[in-house]
């Protein structure tokens, strides 16, 4: 078992990552359908906990079923993240986890996110202040370093170790990089291989298929892996890599039928949790992923995305399904 705090997880768990505006509810229940182990919210602004903002507050809800579960925070001054983070207790997930990794302009640049990789002393000082505010484990996602001059991931994992957390989710990226090039992971499996290291590290970054999950796990000894981007619309990503993990044979794709029964749960929660306006509009991302490699589904894709209504896109799913009448991909 991986151990978090008291909280035990499966070995090697895989992790859904914080994605703002993706890994919201309706999306974390069909990647807990699909395997995932552990999910974290979409990163929350602590100031908008702090002012009571309705968006920065509707990101608290957390459900049952998606247990184990951690809220992320992030924001710029200690204090107002401690306060946050005693806001974030309140909801009761298992986890509190900070964001010191989004590579974002309007995030990094004012200090919060990988902008305080600048300031490591700063970030020691606020990870210690919000473990002494709460009771539930703390753990902290990160990047490589500002820039590939500023790479200092082992005196940060210490240090953060240091000061009581739990676990440590590393992009292999720097800051500057934001999500270009290739993820390097060595700088990850040299802190998991540190004799000074006993917190889980967990890596990200560029995995986007069983095969590179355990080509990664076996290379780089890490202890679970976090999938963000290519789950986006495909959340069997995760089955798959157990299956593959398990087996060592790659799982047949979902069919069109799945897919299709899919969009509608997604599509239904998303509605349900949102309104009709907002959860209609903030599917539209989803739904190239969830029927990528369809041939001539590109009629469709068209009409869902400029669909207006709940059942304007039932209706061209339906049409969907009477089209292509359960073909599998492959």
């Not at 914080?18 to 919210?41: H, I, Q, W």
């Amino acid at each position: 078992m991986v151990k978090i705090g008291d909280l035990e997880i499966k070995d090697f768990p895989l992790l859904l990552a914080p994605m703002e505006d993706v890994s919201d509810p309706p999306f974390r229940a069909v990647c807990k359908e699909n395997g995932a182990d552990l999910m974290y919210t979409e990163f929350i602004s602590a100031e908008g906990l702090i002012r009571d903002a309705v968006k920065s507050r509707q990101k608290l809800d957390i459900y049952d079923y998606e247990r184990p579960i951690g809220i992320q925070i992030f924001g710029e001054k200690i204090e107002s993240m401690r306060e946050a983070a005693a806001i974030a207790e309140e909801a009761n997930p298992e986890i509190i986890d900070i964001n010191y990794g989004c590579p974002v302009k309007k995030v990094a640049g004012r200090g919060a996110g990988a902008g305080i990789l600048l300031d490591i002393d700063k970030m020691q000082k606020m990870t210690e202040e919000i473990v002494k505010q709460v009771k539930k484990p703390v753990t902290v996602k990160t990047r490589l370093g500002w820039d590939h001059d500023n790479i200092r991931i082992l005196e940060v994992a210490k240090r953060l170790q240091d000061v009581g957390v739990q676990a440590l989710t590393i992009h292999g990226r720097t800051r500057q990089q934001m999500y270009k090039g290739v993820a390097d992971w060595n700088p990850i499996a040299e802190v998991k291989a540190h004799p000074d290291i006993h917190i889980p590290i967990f890596g990200n970054g560029d995995i986007d298929s069983p095969q590179k999950a355990v080509e990664y796990k076996e290379k780089y000894g890490i202890d679970g892996i976090m999938i963000g981007r290519a789950s986006i619309g495909y959340p069997w990503i995760f089955r798959e890599i157990k299956h593959y993990m398990e087996t060592g044979e790659i799982l047949a794709p979902p069919s069109i039928q799945e897919r299709i029964d899919t969009v509608k749960r997604h599509l239904n929660f998303s509605v349900e949790w949102k309104g009709d306006k907002t959860g209609i509009f903030e599917m539209r991302r989803h739904y190239t992923t969830y029927f990528k490699g369809v041939q001539h589904f590109k009629p469709f894709r068209t009409q869902l995305v400029e669909a207006m209504t709940h059942d304007e896109v039932m209706n061209i799913l339906s049409e969907v399904e009477e089209a292509f009448d359960k073909q599998v991909i492959y």
